[in-house]
């Protein structure tokens, strides 16, 4: 089981760390993503990461290489956590942010890859 945590209301430009703990004994061979979603819209990737090698993916959406990158996904390896750190968080980051387990441990961009998914965590932006 996953447990997605950290979220809350933030005000523009401030920064959030969401957590992904797993109840599992151990994430090795495992990968983990971080998706969100808004009402009547797909769930869409954030980042993933390779437990094993630390390998990680970023959505296009999220990354270009001319701008600071605002979302950086880290493993916590000691406390089994995955970590989503947010920031200059702007209104259109408002949705709720969900973390996958992928077990065949590669990751991707569909949500269709991950088998287990955290109940969410909402992410409210004030301007």
């Known amino acids: 089981q996953l447990q997605a945590s950290g979220g809350g209301l933030v005000q523009a430009g401030g920064s959030l760390r969401l957590s992904c703990a797993a109840s599992?004994?151990?994430?090795?061979?495992?990968?983990i993503g971080w998706f969100r979603q808004v009402p009547g819209k797909e769930r869409e990737l954030v980042a993933f990461i390779r437990w094993n090698t630390g390998y990680t993916v970023y959505s296009e959406s999220v990354y270009t290489e001319s701008v600071k990158v605002q979302f950086t996904i880290s493993p916590d390896r000691a406390k089994r956590l995955v970590y989503l750190q947010i920031d200059d968080v702007q209104p259109k980051d408002a949705a709720t942010y969900y973390c996958?387990?992928?077990?065949?441990?590669?990751?991707?961009?569909?949500?269709?890859?991950?088998?287990?998914w955290g109940q969410g965590t909402q992410v409210t932006v004030s301007s």
């Open positions: 996958g387990l992928d077990q065949n441990g590669l990751g991707g961009q569909s949500p269709t890859v991950y088998e287990y």
């Open positions: 599992t004994r151990s994430l090795r061979n495992y990968a």
